[in-house]
T-cell receptor, first 118, second 109 residues
Framework: GAVVSQHPSRVICKSGTSVKIECRSL??????MFWYRQFPKKSLMLMAT?????????EQGVEKDKFLINHASLTLSTLTVTSAHPEDSSFYIC??????????????FGPGTRLLVL | GQNIDQPTEMTATEGAIVQINCTYQ??????LFWYQQHAGEAPTFLSY??LDGLEEKGRFSSFLSRSKGYSYLLLKELQMKDSASYLC??????????WGAGTKLIIKP
């Protein structure tokens, strides 16, 4: 149980284009989803927290107009990187927590999406 | 401020035991998590401690002392596949996870 999927796993795009990443909880309802980014050999950095049906809460320094988050259902959240630039290249990971797990506090991670902006 | 400390890197031998320590100072406490992260992959959940004491799960055990702000992850019978980063994270009073920088564990034959 507690499986989270992410799509795509890898994406290469041109500078200036937008990229959408999907995060799905497959066997539980995720009341809260989290979006992280991670640079090579660095720690996880929380970007935003989203609760189903409400606006996402962004961490300090994260541009909400650049990283659009939508959590329209209890099983799906999307992160759209708008007008991507090479400095947005990173490993983006979502996690989810909610009902039906062994512990409601545990975050379960998707496999991550590696974004490369040329 | 909130702070999670764990060693940057540790080396151990295949078949041996290793203990990875984590100390924390957070605003409130709602549990401590250990995650394993292999290079290039997302973290996977290992354990959750909210009460003092030792939780054993196969070759892995996790210990918590809330009064000391201290936890450790104990890995027994080390295997080469255990080479990974181990992340300590504490859930604060707002139910936000505060992450440590991770401990890179290198297993040698």
């Amino acid at each position: 149980g507690a499986v989270v999927s992410q799509h795509p796993s890898r994406v290469i795009c041109k500078s200036g284009t937008s990229v959408k990443i999907e995060c799905r909880s497959l066997d539980f309802q995720a009341t809260t989803m989290f979006w992280y980014r991670q640079f090579p050999k660095k720690s996880l950095m929380l970007m935003a927290t989203s609760n189903e049906g409400s606006k996402a809460t962004y961490e300090q320094g994260v541009e909400k107009d650049k990283f659009l988050i939508n959590h329209a259902s209890l099983t799906l959240s999307t992160l759209t990187v708008t007008s991507a630039h090479p400095e947005d290249s990173s490993f983006y990971i979502c996690s989810a927590r909610g009902q039906g797990q062994l512990t409601q506090e545990t975050q379960y991670f998707g496999p991550g999406t590696r974004l490369l902006v040329l | 401020g909130q702070n999670i400390d764990q060693p940057t890197e540790m080396t151990a031998t295949e078949g041996a035991i290793v203990q990875i320590n984590c100390t924390y100072q957070t605003s409130g406490f709602n549990g401590l998590f250990w995650y394993q992260q292999h290079a290039g992959e997302a973290p996977t959940f290992l354990s959750y401690n909210v009460l003092d004491g030792l939780e054993e799960k196969g070759r892995f055990s996790s210990f918590l002392s809330r009064s000391k702000g201290y936890s450790y992850l104990l890995l027994k019978e080390l295997q080469m596949k255990d080479s990974a980063s181990y992340l300590c994270a504490v859930m604060d009073s707002n139910y936000q996870l505060i992450w440590g920088a991770g401990t890179k564990l290198i297993i040698k034959p």
